[in-house]
């Protein structure tokens, strides 16, 4: 069987501040909103995404909930356009997210930026226009 990637789960400090900035800031659906834990749809041919309270996201998993730095993970979307690049940069901001590294034109030739979530998550947006 192939391995696939249905859903990307967060632990998160504040559930409603992230459920806010990916619902409203980013345009992500709601499909499942419970106390601890929130699904959110990115669309047709994403993955979704959940969105679990740290804590009890790290207790599910065994481990301990403390943690900092570079996870050695981040999220990529790859757009069609320069201008969509800086503005899914610019909605991030808007919603509570900071900008990591601006976008500028890349040494492979194409354009990217970084943002990070309110929890520190990095997400790398970027086109080869």
């Known amino acids: ?3 696939q990637v249905t859903a990307v789960m ?3 400090k504040d559930l409603a501040r992230s459920k806010k900035f990916y619902g409203e800031g980013l345009g992500g ?3 499942k909103d419970y106390p601890a834990f929130v699904s ?10 959940a969105l679990y309270e740290r804590e009890a996201a790290a207790q599910d998993a065994g481990v301990s909930a403390e943690g900092s730095g570079f996870t050695g993970i981040s ?4 757009v069609t ?3 969509t690049v800086d503005e899914v940069i610019g909605s991030a901001v808007a919603a509570g997210g900071e900008v990591v590294k601006a976008a500028a034109a890349a040494q492979w030739g194409g354009y990217s930026g970084y943002f990070s979530d309110p929890d520190g998550y990095l997400w790398k947006v970027a086109t080869a226009d």
């Open 29 to 31: 659906t709601i499909d």
């Open 10 to 12: 967060l632990g998160v």
């Open 40 to 49: 959110v749809s990115l669309g047709d041919g994403s993955s979704s995404l």
């Open 1 to 3: 069987m192939a391995l």
């Open 75 to 78: 999220f990529h979307y790859i």
């Open 81 to 83: 356009s320069r201008q």
